[in-house]
């Protein structure tokens, strides 16, 4: 239960600093003084829809087509791609300090904790983990000091666009772990999938389905303000 606890408590979080940034762009701009009201109907709409998989259980059949990917992670994944080309995103990226996008990178720290003792539960293979070859934790590590030296000017643009290129990479190797171990199990050597139920079932389905697109789209927006500054 501590666990599951972790993971909602993460998630609250984390939506409380979504609304608190749309707020400031709202405060900031006032053509969007809807958003966060547009937002917080949305994450609502969002949860609603995970909450309905993970009760009907249609996640649950690990055979082929993969319904993770299709179901959760693809529409996620195609909506980021929308708005990181919408004119709030740009204004946004303009109003927010370089720092605060890679500082909040740290939360994967404890999504990472998360996953480990989700697999101590005997919910995930220890592939999946830091133990096995996860290296999420990494970029969750080195966000908290790279955030300090950026926010003191001692960084460049070059290195934090690598930093996040290299996130991305980890992150989409991380999602490849998971892919494989639940629909490809004997690519790594096991005849069945070694994702219990449990994964795709909330509060962990917040996992592929919250924690992994916020990580993807904070490296875009990051990505994207950083080219977009002289």
């Not at 958003?35 to 949860?47: E, G, H, K, R, T």
């Not at 991380?174 to 005849?191: D, K, M, Q, S, W």
């Not at 219990?196 to 993807?216: N, S, Y």
């Amino acid at each position: 239960m501590i666990l599951e606890a972790l993971t909602l408590l993460l998630a609250v979080f984390l939506i409380m600093v979504i609304l608190r940034a749309t707020r400031h762009l709202a405060d900031e701009m006032a053509e969007y003084s809807r958003l966060p009201l547009a937002v917080s109907i949305f994450i609502a709409i969002w949860l609603i829809y995970l909450s309905v998989l993970s009760y009907t259980g249609v996640l649950g059949d690990f055979t082929m087509p993969p319904k993770l990917p299709l179901l959760v992670i693809m529409p996620l994944l195609i909506l980021i791609t929308i708005t990181l080309f919408n004119k709030a995103t740009a204004d946004f990226a303009g109003i927010t300090s370089v720092s605060w996008l890679i500082y909040i990178q740290s939360f994967r720290i404890i999504v990472e904790l998360i996953i480990w003792g989700a697999h101590k539960q005997g919910v995930l293979p220890q592939a999946v983990t830091f133990e096995g070859y996860n290296y999420d934790v990494f970029v969750g590590l080195t966000a908290i000091p790279l955030a300090y030296y950026t926010r003191h000017g001692k960084t460049g643009p070059v290195l934090l666009l690598c930093w996040n290129i290299a996130g991305l990479l980890i992150l989409a190797n991380t999602v490849r772990l998971f892919i494989t171990t639940a629909y490809f199990p004997l690519e790594l050597g096991y005849e069945t999938s070694r994702v219990d139920l449990r994964f795709v079932r909330l509060p962990f389905l917040l996992i592929a389905g919250f924690f992994m697109p916020l990580a993807v789209f904070i490296h875009a927006l990051s990505i994207k303000q950083l080219i977009g500054r002289p």
